[in-house]
């Protein structure tokens, strides 16, 4: 919607989910929406191209023309829109009538939640260290990982470049001849993970992002995508700090 006339609050967040027309009515009434910094009040009008909404203090997306999809990535497809080497992109997956980007990357073994969208705002603190959005990773890896070098990459490890941030691990299973592990980085470092249980000396032979901040995989099966509610891209807003 470009150059639109301003329409009445109600029905704008109605069309993008936030609630019933008198549900959206009540929450004015409650204070709890805001339009460009200012509280609401009944019968106001946007202009969903130009006004900032919110909602409990959290940005509403009002352009109709965004779209945020949660694919599972398999092993194998490269998190790029194209690929000089003519691999399969992750872009290739997704069947959409406006062109989508992978926000952030996975590398090209590494499988999982990634997130695919036209929405430049969301993409830049879903990917900024600033903001610090939680990354969750399940990894199989080499060898018995002990509490004590789970507790290692916890306070963070030496990488080439530079000590990693404080993580959040769980030794899920552990055996003599692998463990899987359960890894929460705030980082967006490249390779980030595998590397991180490589300088402890378990190798990853499998590694799964089961979720993005608020955003999990669930029983997306691989190489399945879907496009996000907009409950669930409210609460990428939050999460980011929007």
Do not use: C
Request: net charge positive; charged share 30%; no cysteine.
């Amino acid at each position: 919607m470009t150059g639109s006339e301003p329409e009445r609050l109600q029905k704008v967040l109605g069309r993008v989910g936030v609630g019933s027309r008198r549900a959206v009515e009540e929450m004015i009434q409650r204070g709890r929406i805001e339009v460009n910094g200012t509280r609401a009040v009944l019968g106001q009008r946007v202009d969903p191209t130009k006004d900032v909404v919110k909602v409990d203090g959290s940005v509403v997306p009002l352009q109709e023309d965004l779209v945020h999809f949660l694919l599972n990535k398999p092993a194998g497809v490269v998190s790029t829109a194209d690929d000089p080497e003519g691999r399969p992109t992750v872009v290739d997956m997704i069947e959409s009538d406006v062109r989508v980007w992978p926000v952030g990357r996975l590398d090209l073994e590494t499988e999982g939640a990634l997130l695919l969208t036209n929405d430049g705002e969301l993409t830049l603190h879903l990917t900024h260290p600033r903001f610090g959005v939680p990354k969750t990773y399940v990894a199989e890896v080499q060898g018995s990982v002990t509490p004590r070098t789970a507790r290692t990459l916890a306070r963070g490890v030496e990488l080439e470049d530079g000590p990693t941030a404080p993580a959040e691990v769980k030794v899920i299973e552990r055996g003599a001849a692998g463990s899987v592990v359960e890894l929460v980085l705030k980082e967006g470092r490249n390779r980030q993970a595998r590397r991180m249980f490589e300088a402890v000396g378990h190798p990853v032979r499998r590694l799964v992002r089961t979720s993005i901040g608020p955003l999990r995989l669930g029983r997306l099966k691989p190489g399945t995508y879907r496009r996000l509610g907009p409950a669930e891209v409210r609460e990428l807003y939050r999460a980011s700090g929007l």
